[in-house]
């Protein structure tokens, strides 16, 4: 019996704390609850949508700039080992099979120009030690018909809360035909230069503002703008 009411007791202990925590609660102070928690769901979601609502406007102002520019995106995803992801674009400067949705590691070193290798190697090297986006670079790299093509480009490192490299993200667009305008423009100046003719170039005003080696070693008197 003393066992029964010790058990008992322990029972209507045990009871008595339950109207404490919820038995006391009405049903109105639970639909109160339930419409609180409803309504802070529903706010979080709203919150959610218009937060993807912005992210997609600005992926697709971002693709609009890009397009505009032929500019071409590829990614490096630290968090796969390295995977490497290419958007059309920079598949069609690269040669590259626009189908593939994924490449190996080491893809864009690969398809760097050897001589523009190292110089890349430190851009990089740079790029992952700051905290925006990294240098504008001018590389070249070989497509996949072993064409050389000049690329304009930097990069920006995405990082974890921790502080950690998880994707490197590349834009470049194309800029082979300005550098060989730029090659011609000094081969043509290296021409005039070493031409054993004197040229001179003049303003509308008869100013002369240039002339070549040549001019030089008939007038005796060294240009200071010269090609």
Same mark, same amino acid.
């Not at 120009?113 to 590389?139: I, N």
């Not at 230069?193 to 070693?217: A, C, H, M, Q, Y």
């Given at each position: 019996?003393?066992?029964? +009411?010790?058990?008992?007791?322990?029972? +209507?202990? +045990?009871?008595?704390?339950?109207?404490?925590?919820?038995?006391?609660?009405?049903?109105?102070?639970?639909?109160?609850?339930?419409?609180?928690?409803?309504?802070?769901?529903?706010?979080?979601?709203?919150?959610?949508?218009?937060?993807?609502?912005?992210?997609?406007?600005?992926?697709?102002?971002?693709?609009?700039?890009?397009?505009?520019?032929?500019?071409?995106?590829?990614?490096? %995803?630290? $968090? &796969?080992?390295?995977?490497?992801?290419?958007?059309?674009?920079?598949?069609?400067?690269?040669?590259? %099979?626009? $189908?593939?949705?994924?490449?190996?590691?080491?893809?864009?070193?690969?398809?760097?120009?050897? %001589?523009?290798?190292?110089?890349?190697?430190?851009?990089?090297?740079? $790029?992952?030690?700051?905290?925006?986006?990294?240098?504008?670079?001018?590389?070249?790299?070989?497509?996949?018909?072993?064409?050389?093509?000049?690329? /304009?480009?930097?990069?920006?490192? /995405? &990082?974890?809360? /921790?502080?950690?490299?998880?994707?490197?993200?590349?834009?470049?667009?194309?800029?082979?035909?300005?550098? /060989?305008?730029?090659?011609?423009?000094?081969?043509?100046?290296?021409?005039?230069?070493?031409?054993?003719?004197?040229?001179?170039?003049?303003?509308?005003?008869?100013?002369?503002?240039?002339?070549?080696?040549?001019?030089?070693?008939?007038?005796?008197?060294?240009?200071?703008? &010269?090609?």
């Amino acid at each position: 019996l003393a066992t029964a +009411v010790a058990s008992a007791g322990t029972a +209507v202990l +045990v009871f008595a704390s339950l109207p404490r925590a919820v038995a006391l609660r009405t049903p109105i102070e639970l639909q109160d609850e339930v419409d609180a928690r409803t309504a802070q769901l529903r706010a979080a979601n709203d919150r959610l949508r218009l937060e993807i609502a912005a992210r997609e406007e600005g992926e697709l102002r971002m693709r609009l700039a890009l397009e505009a520019t032929g500019a071409g995106t590829w990614v490096i %995803d630290y $968090t &796969r080992a390295g995977i490497e992801q290419f958007d059309a674009r920079s598949c069609e400067l690269a040669g590259l %099979d626009a $189908t593939q949705a994924e490449w190996p590691a080491g893809t864009f070193c690969k398809l760097l120009h050897p %001589d523009d290798r190292e110089h890349m190697q430190l851009v990089f090297k740079h $790029t992952r030690s700051m905290a925006g986006p990294g240098p504008l670079a001018e590389y070249r790299i070989l497509t996949a018909r072993q064409d050389v093509r000049w690329l /304009q480009g930097a990069g920006i490192v /995405q &990082r974890s809360a /921790q502080g950690e490299p998880e994707r490197f993200i590349g834009v470049s667009r194309d800029v082979t035909e300005r550098k /060989q305008v730029e090659n011609q423009l000094k081969r043509s100046a290296a021409l005039i230069e070493l031409s054993f003719e004197p040229i001179l170039v003049w303003t509308l005003d008869g100013v002369i503002v240039e002339w070549n080696r040549s001019e030089e070693r008939r007038v005796g008197k060294e240009c200071r703008s &010269r090609w």
